[in-house]
């Protein structure tokens, strides 16, 4: 999932906002100077991905995409999630999604005094540049997903997936449909924010997995 999701995924508290996005950017960074409820933050974000990439539904989206394209597609498709959540914004908020973004930018904005260096510059980009707006199309899409080979050396390859998001939306958006409910669901049973100080082992309960060494 990409930063509109797992901020939309989040507690509504700078805690748990700066825990969510510090999953992306937690090379370099000293976990042991964060707060308990920052670091269950964290942990929520690496339960969303590790379901994320469990789900049926997810598995099935990324098999659409052409053979070659397919070792790219989980980086387009977290990027298409964030524009099909926001074209089904109504079906799980009662906010419109224009009001929700104007007050989220204002937080972050508030909170980039709280993010490690990096974190803070991408973030800030974010609201200036006025990344989750662009996301409501699938035209800021693939200007996103072009923008990821820019950094790299595939940049062919980036822009070849990105040009296959439009023919391939009718087939991923029902199984994104059927996926985000279940992805709501597993974060409420999981509640691994619900008590900072067992945060990790309720991450562990929930995934199975052992990340003692990251954090």
Known sequence: MNYLAHLWLAQHNTNS????LLGDFCRGVDLTQQPPAVLAGLYNHRAVDWFTDQALEVQQARQLFSPAMRRFAPVALDLFFDHLLI???????????????TQLYLQLQLELPQMPTGMAAVLQK??????????ASVQGIQQAVRALALRGQRTGLYAAIADELPQLQPHIEPLFLRFIPRLQQF????????????????YISATGKDQSRQA
């Open 17 to 20: 906002r700066v825990g969510n």
């Open 87 to 101: 074209r089904h914004w109504a079906e799980w908020n009662q906010q419109p999604f224009l009001p929700y973004k």
């Open 126 to 135: 974010v609201v200036q540049q006025d990344w989750f707006g662009s996301y």
């Open 187 to 202: 974060v409420e049973q999981a509640a691994i924010e619900q008590s900072p100080d067992q945060a990790k082992a309720r």
